[in-house]
């Protein structure tokens, strides 16, 4: 184990609960760039016994900064500086008819030189539910269910309905859509998407996305919902998104 | 003091706490509409009769909802379903030449017939930190923070910085920047916005974040950092925007 970097205790203010005055100390030097990006915190049991407190005390302490996104919690090793090495996924460039009508996947334009695999693809026919009915004006739906992950670590789950009278038949319906992806397929089919409309909100995840991500607790979620038109404004996708937000920059690009 | 809307509880399963089991079955109720928008939720008095629970426990259970966006807390009163009724912030309509050029303020697009104000403002000018600096390619700059209110609630603080060698001696470095807001200054300095690029994050708020808006515990923060480019790639603003999580929306429209 490394010394401590945390500087012996100085008196501090009685006025917050010992926990926050300990992460406060502990920020301040992330900030300030004393720790560095992939450093190790002081751990339990050296915070223990700087600040004679109890280890859930301690916990607490760097659990603040693992809430915040300035740290990371590596199982039976200790909490570290988070090394933020987060994929930029530039909202407008990566759907680019240049993207898939050359055949390319999307997810190349988000995580380039980096391993990604979809490592979970569920399909399905179903009646829309009235959100889903009213966003894409049918009655029946097929569903791409998929999660995708980076470097060996989920970072998204995404489900998509598709109106089932345009895609049923389709490699759209089929675990792998073929070159391009489904917007390709779509192009196919004589409904390639001309424009987008994403939502973008961020929230405390529900507990099937947390287990779906393997989110360390306290990390939001980025919430996307897309949805693709093609020509005349008819609806042909709408994709719900959940993101590991400490994963993810989205980058907007726009004229005034 | 209404019915609690809880029905009688069936045998639950023992795989998770008990809080965690009586907010899936409070959350069930939300998302199918059993529950509604301001409807008030069964109050700790109510859980802990019911499910023989200490009132902490039935604080973990309501908190859980809370932390999830599903439900807020009013003082002195109970925990609501969330009447959700977010600040859609369009990212590039709101920041058209035909916006600011036009010496309207961006936020009239946000908030349409809303009470928005601008409760805080300071202004310095101040040498650039290595960021600002880099983004800017400037030594000194005009810092300009705001905090936005709407409906009397804090959603927003925002810092932004400006090359001191452009906007010295100008509206800018002034509380009131005039028709047009800041965009129409740098245009009167030969300046005028022409591109954007946001980049959007979403994290646990920070202290003082918390303290700024307000925010009720577990509500992460909207981070955009934004800069604004002059003709030739010019960066003349850097926008560092939080906003509180719970009341926005944020809509990005672009073309395949």
New interface residues.
């Given amino acids: 184990m490394t010394e401590s970097p945390v500087p012996p205790p100085p008196p501090m203010h009685h006025d917050s609960p010992i926990y926050?005055r300990i992460a406060?100390r502990l920020?301040d030097q992330i900030l300030s760039g004393a720790l560095d990006d992939g450093d190790r915190l002081p751990g339990e049991n050296a915070l223990m016994a700087e600040y004679g407190i109890a280890r859930a005390t301690a916990r607490q302490a760097l659990a603040v900064l693992i809430?915040?996104?300035l740290a990371v919690p590596r199982r039976g090793s200790g909490v570290y500086v988070r090394l933020f090495r987060?994929i930029r996924r530039h909202?407008?460039r990566r759907?680019?008819?240049e993207q898939w009508g050359r055949g390319r996947a999307i997810w190349d334009s988000d995580t380039p030189g980096r391993a990604y695999a979809v490592d979970e693809v569920d399909l399905r026919r179903e009646p829309a539910s009235t959100p889903v009915s009213r966003a894409l004006r049918c009655d029946d739906v097929w569903v791409r269910h998929r999660r995708y992950s980076v470097d060996g670590r989920p970072v998204q789950v995404a489900t998509s309905y598709f109106p089932a009278d345009i895609v049923e038949g389709s490699a759209i319906t089929l675990p792998d859509p073929g070159p391009g992806g489904v917007?390709a397929r779509l192009d196919d089919l004589g409904y390639?998407?001309?424009?987008?409309?994403?939502?973008?909100?961020?929230?405390?995840?529900?507990?099937r996305e947390t287990a779906s991500l393997d989110l360390p607790a306290?990390?939001?979620?980025?919430v996307i919902s897309r949805i693709a038109f093609a020509a005349g404004g008819v609806p042909v996708e709408l994709n719900e998104m959940a993101l590991d937000?400490?994963s993810?920059?989205?980058?907007?690009?726009?004229?005034?």
Same sequence: chains 1, 2.
């Avoid at 390639?192 to 507990?207: D, I, L, N, S, Y």
């Avoid at 993810?248 to 005034?256: I, K, N, S, T, W």
Wanted: proline residues 13%; glycine residues 6%; aromatic residues 12%.
């Fill in positions: 926050r406060d920020r809430n915040e996104g987060p909202g407008s759907l680019s008819r917007y390639p998407p001309v424009h987008f409309t994403e939502e973008v909100r961020a929230r405390m995840p529900q507990p306290g990390t939001p979620v980025i937000s400490a993810y920059v989205l980058q907007y690009d726009f004229d005034a």
